[in-house]
């Protein structure tokens, strides 16, 4: 399908956005992990009540109050998203299902199969939706997606 100059610059536009949605998912699996992590042998122990001594105090607050910024840092970031997810269910299902496999895999390879496997869409029906879901969603985002380095500071301006 041809498509004018604007609409061009349209589709370019979402698909930045589209790859900066990518990376802020990318970003809160990364915090996931790092906060469903097993805590380390040397990490402190929530069992010893008796006779802790003041290092392992100070490692428990350390590693509470860690948990607890990620925690925040998560839900920023999980907010964001689920505010982009919303947009979506305006989007007919194909599409929404493309947009989901986009954002949550780590590579194109795993997409595609992903696609493929579970949605049975092909690549060429992929490559065929991508510019319309740019110009669908573009009716629905207005605002600019907030980049990792506006997040960290609006994150650290709540701290």
Do not use: V, W
Request: hydrophobic share 30%; proline share 4%; with cysteine.
């Amino acid at each position: 399908m041809r498509y004018s100059e604007e609409q061009l610059k349209t589709i370019n536009n979402m698909k930045l956005y589209l790859k900066g949605m990518r990376e802020l998912s990318r970003e809160r699996e990364y915090l996931l992990e790092e906060f469903n992590e097993e805590p380390a042998p040397h990490s402190p122990s929530f069992e010893e009540t008796k006779g802790t001594s003041l290092s392992q105090i100070t490692r428990m607050n350390d590693y509470t109050f860690k948990r607890e910024l990620l925690s925040k840092k998560i839900q920023l970031l999980s907010d964001i998203i689920n505010n982009f997810m919303i947009k979506t269910l305006l989007l007919p299902t194909r599409q929404r299902q493309i947009l989901e496999t986009y954002i949550t895999t780590l590579t194109y390879k795993e997409m595609i199969d992903t696609l493929n496997d579970k949605y049975y869409i092909s690549t060429s029906t992929y490559k065929r939706e991508l510019p319309e879901i740019c110009l669908s969603l573009s009716q629905y985002i207005t605002s600019p997606l907030p980049s990792i380095d506006e997040i960290n500071r609006k994150f650290l301006s709540e701290i």
